[in-house]
């Protein structure tokens, strides 16, 4: 099917906008790097996934097939750190969080995508690559019997950073085994790491190299491999995984399959706080949770990371999330006014309104996702419009039309039709959660007694993989 409307989109690797075309005249494959399932997702963190979203739901509106992948990174050094700390298993230890990752995702009304792999279910694929870039020559074992990958092997290694790969391979000598590290210390990278009885406790996978456990950025190369296949379209996540993540994942896939991995890399710029990115380490991190907590609720809090450039950085404060607030109470004000419209005459231009609000809106998206214009259009046309119902001139087909055309685009901003998510009253929510509690207690009966309560006050719980789920009758 030919494509009415192009995306063209920033690509870090060539430092262009480029049109987003499907390498297979089919779906666009994407892959979007995921959360590191060892304690609750921060804001932060959401304003990467919201962006994703935002590509995904434009894509979806444009009328592109979309095929994306978020992994759920289940080992690294932080998880295992976790689950020994506690002396449970790393499932055990990871598991809640995942399930929270997703009522989180629910609550920021974030699309789900086609897959959510975990980076346990793939170790086979993993080690089948790392199999093959040690028969290559381009992994080797090192003295401490981990296995690294040689980056002076990769003629393009630093490309995506656009890093000066003289002073890269003064780097070279030394090896990292740690999952994160600053481009000062580009070097090569670990593999599979050799376990260690002290560090790793009994959380190991065996493998023709030895006991161990993969390094981060081979997940990210095998879950994409295996599930989109050799080349994806667009590839992923904030700024922050440029480098070391996505260097070393082009590094370690195309030196295994001889293919291009990514035709377009796509970063999304920090939250930030004080002018310092916002993080776990550093310590100035909101989650979800906390807002929700303080009164906000997701779609401000969606709004909030979603209305500025992806591309800029987005300082969070109070004062921007009561703007949010404010932002949407505006586009709500417009959808009761328009309800309630009930005169029969109307105002026959309000066709032609729409279509040249549909014009610019689909303009400003397809400039780069530039969600700024796109709602300056949007808030344009609501000023347009209540002038026009001001002076009498919308009847209640062109309210229905109206309405008609804002759900059409908030199938991309997922932030106007949404009530019935957030009108579960606090009494369900807080016996919901209860709920959650008493089964990870192994409480079974307080358990099933608050579900009968939940139930009789006409709501239900759906278990799913991926958590539960609260949904009216
Ligand atoms: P992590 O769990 O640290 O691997 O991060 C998951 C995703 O969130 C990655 O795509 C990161 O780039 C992104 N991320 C982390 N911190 C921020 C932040 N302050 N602003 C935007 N994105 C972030
Ligand atoms: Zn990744």
């Given at each position: 099917m030919e494509q009415k409307n192009i995306l063209r989109l920033y690509n870090t690797e060539t430092r262009k906008k480029e049109d987003i075309v499907p390498i297979d005249d089919k779906c666009i494959k994407m892959y979007t790097c995921g959360p590191t399932i060892y304690d609750f997702a921060h804001i932060g963190n959401f304003r990467t996934y919201v962006f994703e979203d935002l590509l995904r739901r434009t894509l979806k509106y444009l009328d592109y097939c979309v095929l994306q992948v978020m992994n759920i990174t289940d080992i690294d050094d932080k998880t295992i750190k976790g689950a020994i700390k506690k002396n449970i298993s790393l499932y055990e230890y990871t598991e809640p969080f995942r399930q929270d990752f997703f009522e989180d995702l629910t609550t920021l009304n974030i699309d789900k995508a086609e897959y959510y792999p975990k980076a346990t279910q793939y170790i086979d694929t993993m080690i089948e690559i790392i199999l093959n870039l040690l028969e290559k020559g381009i992994a080797y074992k090192g003295v401490d019997g981990s296995i690294y990958y040689s980056i002076d092997k990769f003629e393009s290694y630093g490309r995506l950073s656009h890093l000066d790969l003289k002073?890269?391979?003064?780097?070279?000598?030394?090896?990292?085994?740690?999952?994160?590290?600053?481009?000062?210390?580009?070097?090569?990278?670990?593999?599979?790491?050799i376990y260690d009885e002290n560090r790793d406790g009994n959380i190991f996978w065996n493998s023709p190299f030895g006991k161990g456990r993969p390094g981060w950025h081979i997940e990210c190369s095998a879950m994409a491999i295996k599930l989109l296949g050799n080349t994806i379209d667009?590839?992923?996540?904030?700024?922050?995984?440029?480098?070391?993540?996505?260097?070393?994942?082009?590094?370690?896939?195309?030196?295994?399959?001889?293919?291009?991995?990514?035709?377009?890399?796509?970063?999304?710029?920090h939250l930030i706080v004080d002018g310092k990115k916002m993080s776990k380490s550093l310590g100035n991190f909101y989650t979800l949770r906390d807002l929700l907590k303080m009164g906000y609720t997701g779609r401000e809090v969606r709004y909030m990371l979603l209305n500025s450039h992806y591309k800029t950085q987005l300082n969070f404060t109070f004062e921007g999330l009561k703007a949010s607030k404010n932002a949407i109470q505006r586009i709500l004000d417009f959808v009761e006014r328009l309800k309630s419209i009930s005169a029969e005459n109307g105002n026959n231009h309000v066709d032609s309104i729409i279509?040249?609000?549909?014009?610019?809106?689909?303009?400003?998206?397809?400039?780069?996702?530039?969600?700024?214009?796109?709602?300056?259009?949007?808030?344009?046309?609501?000023?347009?419009?209540n002038h026009l119902i001001d002076d009498k001139k919308i009847g209640k087909n062109e309210a229905e039309s109206v309405l008609n055309f804002l759900k059409e685009i908030d199938a991309t901003l997922g932030i106007i039709f949404l009530e019935e998510k957030e009108k579960i009253p606090e009494v369900i929510i807080d016996a919901f959660e209860k709920r959650k509690e008493a089964r990870k207690n192994k409480n079974f009966s307080l358990a099933d007694e608050l579900r009968d309560f939940i139930s009789d006050q006409g709501y239900l719980i759906e278990d799913s993989t991926e958590g539960a789920r609260l949904k009216k009758k």
């Open positions: 002073s890269l391979k003064k780097g070279a000598s030394h090896r990292v085994d740690l999952d994160e590290y600053e481009k000062e210390n580009a070097s090569d990278f670990v593999l599979w790491k667009i590839h992923c996540g904030g700024v922050d995984n440029i480098f070391p993540h996505h260097e070393n994942e082009i590094a370690q896939s195309e030196a295994f399959t001889q293919e291009r991995f990514v035709c377009h890399w796509a970063h999304s710029e279509e040249t609000t549909r014009e610019k809106y689909i303009a400003a998206l397809c400039d780069d996702l530039n969600i700024s214009q796109a709602l300056a259009s949007l808030f344009d046309f609501i000023r347009d419009i």
